[in-house]
C-alpha cells in the first residue's frame, strides 16, 4: 500500500559510496524488495525463456515475475504473444505455472473462454449488452531476440531493447534456438537478494577456489586479475592465454563469428555484455572434460570449436556453445530469497541416450549454481548483521560489479527514488 | 499498532465499482485483513458452531476467531456461555481449542480456577487484599438461535440479530440442533482471502462444470441465469423446475414450513438470506444419489422430502434437510488464508454404521468443498497479479456477490474506514 | 527502516500499571521486537556461552545475536575474543554456528584471511593502494567473568558489568569453568516472547504443578509464598525450611562459600541476582533423585553438598553445583519465538559412562525447559487475545517479575523509547 517512492530509500540509494557494495538494506529491507521489484522488474525488459519453450501454435510457457504469472504462447498464426494470466471476469488464474499446449484459454472458474489472440471468445450468463471485446486478456509487451524472449510489463517499455537486438540477433541466428529443444531444467531457490546472485554471476575472482568442474573449460582470467596477486608461473600463463584469445578472436573473426565484448551497462536502461570467449582444456564446452556432450550441434553450426558465446542480462546469464546452450533466469521472490532457473538447450532432433546424456550435459553448471547458491547465502547472512560495512570492490576483478550496481542505482532514481 | 482508520483502506473502499469485484488490495493487503478482523469478526455477529458441540453441563467448545480463542460452555445451570479463553493472572490460554469436558476451569500455569460461570474461585499466594471477584472472566456475547451459536467480541453487538431470531427459530425448530451430533468435521484451509471465500459461496454459476457432485442434488438454476445463454432444452428444464418448485412451496408453506426466500443483506448489520429449496434427483439430501444418508431423521422431522432449508451468513453456510445438516464456518487466517470448518450433523440416537455412514454422509461436500478451495486459490492468486483489473459480475448469476460487497463496504465506513 | 524511537512504543512503555504484566503488544508486536533487539541485545552485556566453549587456541564459538553472528575464540596468545562474523571484502559470514577449530579465518568466497587477531593477512587482486590495516575484522567487546562469556555489540557496553565481576569471580572461581567441558547441548525453541521466558524463569509459583522432576532438589519456598495461602503443614515446612537454610548459610560462609543474595536488577543496566540455595532431597544436585550426577566434581570442589550457587541475568540462567552446571543463554528469534539454549558442564576430566550418564545429568532441566515451553507458548497465544487485560503479580511470588519489567522498561527509556 505504498503510493509514492519512499525517501529512505532514496538516500540510501544516493549513500552508496562508488566503488563499494550498497548499504546493508538495499539487499534486506522488504520495502526495498517491492521497490525492485516495481521498478526493475514491472518496468525493465526481463527475460523469460528461450523461444523453444514454445515451438509450436497452441505451446504455452507460463511464467511468473513476481506476484504476476504470464502466459507466454504461440498463437495459431505463429505470432508468439504473452498476456498477464488472469481472467478479466473474476481474477482467476487461467494456467498453472510451467510448460503445457492448448486449444484455447479456457478459465477454470467459469469457462470464459478466448482465443489464442487473447480476445473473449465466449461467456456465458453475461446478457446482451455484455461487450465481449472489452474484456480480451491484457497484453504483456514480448520480444524474442535471436530466440531468447523477453517481457515487460510495464505499458511502455524502453526502446533500448532494440540495441540487444542489433547486437545479438546476428551472433545468435547459427545457434538456431527455435529449433532447439530444453533437454533438462533445473529451479534452484537461493536464499540470498536478487542482486547479490548478479553480483556474484559479474566476477570470477571466486571461482578458482569454488568452481572446479566450472574451471576446466571457464578460463577465471578473462574477467581480470591483478598480475601482482599471480606468481611468475601463473602470469606466463595469463599472457599465454591472452595471445591464444587474440589469435582465435582473429581466426573466428574471419569465419563471420563475431568475437569481441559489447557492453550496454550502466547509462542504458537494458543491460547486457556479450563476448566469445575462448574455452580452457578441450576447448569445446562446457563439460567435465571440455569436450562436446552432445554429437547433433545447434542450429547451423558446424564446429565445436567456436568458444562459448556468454551474453549476461540484469536478470540471466547465458553460454552458447556448438553443441549446447545454458540459459539462466533470474527472478526474485523475496528480499532474501531468488529463483535460478537453468534450461540445457540442445538441436530438437538430437537424441538422448544417442547424441546426448542428461548427467553429462548438465554436470558442470548443476554443481556451479549449487557452489554459488551456497555463496550468495553466506553473504546475505553477513549482510544482515550489525558488524556488516559496505566492502571495496577489486577494481582488476570486480569492476563489473560496481557498474551493475551504478546501473541499478540509475535505473531506480530513473524512476523517483 | 495501528490506533486509526486507515485513509488508504478508505480510499480502496471508496473506489469500488458497483457490480465489479473489489480493488485488489481490497483482497490481498495484509493491513486490509487487519481491519477486517477489527470490524467484521471483532465487532459483528460470527457464527462459531452448533449447540451440539456442547450438550450437557461442563461440555466445551474452544474456538479461535482471529488471534482471539474463546471458550463456548454449558454450564450448571443448563445455560450456554462464552468466555475470552485468557487467564486473569498472566493471560495464559486456559484450554486449548476444540471440543473437551471439564469440571472447572484451571489455568495450567499458576492454577487459577474459574467457576463454570465465569468467576475466579480460587487463586493462590495472592494475599487478603485480593479482590477475585474483579478477576472474572472476560465474558463475550453468544447466542444460540435455533441451535446455531454466534458469538460477538465487542462490548456492544448488533441488536439485528434479533431478525435472524425471528426469521430462523421456527424455520430450524423442527430439526432438533440440541438433539442432534457431529457426525464428522473437517478443517480446510483455502488458500485465499476469506471474501473470495463467501462470493464463491453466493453463486452457483460456477457449479455445473465444477461441481458434478452436488450437481445431483443442488438445483443451479435456482441462483439465476441469462435465458439467452441456455438452449431451447435448457430453457425447458429451467421452466419445468420453476412449475416443479412453485408446487412444492405450495405443499410445504401448507404443512406449516417456512419455503419463501428471506434476504437481510446489504443495509442491515447481520447478513443473511434463508430459502427451503427443492432438490434434484431424488430429493431428499445432498448425497451422491440425492437419497437420504441417515436412517433416523432430526428432530421432530417425520419426512425427507422437505427439501434443503439453506442458510448463509456473513461467515458461514448450511444446508438443514430431513436425515442430516451441514454447517460451515468460515474464519480467516490472513490476508490468503481461510479455515473452512464444516460439520455433519445428525441425530444423536443415530447410530454410525446402522443407520448412517460417514463416507456416504459427507461425500458431496468433501468433494465440493475441495473444488472451491482449488477455485478460490487461483483468483487470489491472480488478483494478486499486476495485470489484474476488477471484472464485472453477471447480472443473472452474480447479483449476490455486488450485494455481499455492498454489505462489506457499508460495514467498512460505518466503523470509520 | 526506523530512524528514530517509535513514540507508539514509548506511550505504550509509559502505560504499563507498576506490579501488572505488560500490555499485550509489548509482547505480540513485531516493531517492538524490533526495539528490543536494538536496545536490550545490541546495547547490554548478553550472556554467549561458558568459557569452555573455546579451550585451546584456534578453537571457535560462532554464536548468533539476532541477526548478527559473532566469532568467538581463543587466538594464539591465549586471549579470548570476539569479532562479528562478517567478511570486511563482500560482507560473507566466515563462519558456520557452533563449535570449531581453525588456524586462521579464511572467507569461503575469495579467500581473504584474517589472523585470529582480526588482522587482514591476505586479499589477492587488491592492488598496491589497498590498505589492509584498515580492514581488520570489526571487534566485539567480550569479557570472562569466572568462565562466563558475555558479549556486547555496542561501541560503548555498560561499565556496570564490573560489578557483576567483583561479585561473581570468587563465588565462580571454585567452580573451574576453562576446566570444564559441555558434556551436551539442547536448543529448544519456545513459542513465545522472550520477556516471557524471562517472567516464566523469575517466579517458582508454577513449579509444584508443572515442575515434578525440578522439584525434587529445588524449593519452590526460596521464591515466596503467602502464607495465608499454605495449609498448618506447609506452614511447618516452610519454617523448618527456613531454619535449615539459615544453618546452612552460616556453616557454607564459614567455609569461605558465599551464600547471601545479591540483587543487582532494576536501576542498574545490568540485570542480575545471585544466591546459594539450599537443595531439596539427598541435596547434592538437580538430578531425579538429587544426588550427583557426576563422579569428579568441578573445578576445586571437593564437596557436593556446597548447595546450588544461581546466577540470573537479563538472558540468562545457571545453576553451579559440586557436581555439574547447568547454563541456560536466552536469545530471541522472532517476537513470538525464543531460543533457549543449555548447556550441562562437568569437569572436562570426567569420563562419559564411568563418571557421568547424559541421560541423567539431563533429565531435569531438559522436562523442565520443555514444561516452561508450554507454559511459555499458551501465555503467548492468551495474551494475543482482545480479551486480555494486564494481570496483577502476586506481591508473594512474583515480585522478581515486575522487577524485571521494571528494568526492561527503564532501559528502553534510557535509549530513547
Known amino acids: 500500500m505504498h503510493d509514492s517512492p519512499s525517501p529512505r530509500i532514496a538516500s540510501l540509494l544516493r549513500s552508496r559510496q562508488p566503488n563499494h557494495t550498497l548499504p546493508a538494506e538495499l539487499y534486506t529491507d522488504a520495502n526495498v524488495f517491492d521497490a525492485d521489484m516495481e521498478v526493475i522488474f514491472h518496468r525493465h525488459w526481463i527475460y523469460v525463456g528461450p523461444i523453444c519453450d514454445v515451438p509450436e501454435p497452441g505451446d504455452v510457457s507460463v511464467v511468473d515475475i513476481g506476484r504476476s504469472s504470464i502466459i507466454i504462447l504461440r498463437d495459431d498464426a505463429d505470432v508468439v504473444r504473452a498476456f498477464f494470466n488472469v481472467c478479466r471476469h473474476r481474477g482467476a488464474r487461467l494456467l498453472p505455472a510451467g510448460i503445457s499446449t492448448i486449444g484455447r484459454l479456457v478459465c477454470p472458474y467459469h469457462q470464459w473462454t478466448y482465443e489464442l489472440s487473447g480476445e473473449l471468445a465466449h461467456a456465458m450468463h453475461m446478457g446482451k449488452d455484455f461487450d465481449a471485446s472489452c474484456h480480451s486478456l491484457v497484453p504483456v509487451h514480448l520480444r524474442s531476440i535471436g530466440g531468447l524472449l523477453y517481457a515487460c510489463l510495464a505499458d511502455r517499455p524502453p526502446a533500448d531493447l532494440d540495441d540487444l537486438a542489433e547486437v545479438m540477433e546476428a551472433r545468435l541466428a547459427p545457434y538456431g534456438l527455435r529449433d532447439a529443444k530444453v533437454a533438462h531444467q533445473v529451479d534452484l531457490i537461493e536464499r540470498g537478494n536478487w542482486k547479490l546472485t548478479i553480483e556474484n554471476n559479474r566476477e570470477c575472482y571466486h571461482c578458482s577456489a569454488t568452481h572446479p568442474e566450472l574451471c576446466v573449460a571457464f578460463v577465471d582470467l578473462d574477467f581480470g586479475f591483478d598480475p601482482a596477486s599471480l606468481s611468475a608461473e601463473d602470469r606466463a600463463l ?70 562459448d558465446l556468454h551474453l549476461w542480462g540484469h536478470n540471466a546469464w547465458h553460454h552458447f556453445m556448438g553443441d549446447h546452450a545454458v540459459t539462466t533466469m533470474v527472478m526474485p521472490l523475496s528480499a532474501s530469497e531468488t529463483l535460478i532457473r537453468t534450461k540445457w538447450l540442445v538441436h530438437k532432433e538430437a537424441v538422448e541416450g544417442a547424441d546426448y546424456d542428461v548427467d553429462r550435459l548438465t554436470h558442470v553448471w548443476k554443481a556451479t549454481n549449487e557452489q554459488d547458491a551456497h555463496l550468495v547465502a553466506i553473504a546475505h547472512a553477513g549482510i544482515g548483521s550489525r558488524g556488516y560495512r559496505p566492502g571495496t570492490y577489486s577494481r582488476f576483478t570486480e569492476g563489473q560489479l560496481d557498474n551493475f550496481l551504478t546501473w541499478y542505482i540509475q535505473r531506480m532514481q530513473a524512476h523517483g527514488f
Open 238 to 307: 595469463a599472457e599465454a592465454h591472452e595471445m591464444r584469445y587474440a589469435g582465435k578472436a582473429r581466426e573466428w573473426e574471419a569465419l563471420g563469428f563475431e568475437t569481441k565484448a559489447v557492453e550496454h551497462l550502466a547509462g542504458h536502461p537494458t543491460n547486457f555484455r556479450t563476448q566469445r570467449l575462448v574455452m580452457g582444456g578441450a576447448g569445446e564446452s562446457q563439460t567435465a572434460d571440455a569436450l562436446a556432450a552432445c554429437g547433433r550441434l545447434l542450429g547451423s553450426m558446424t564446429r565445436k570449436d567456436l568458444g
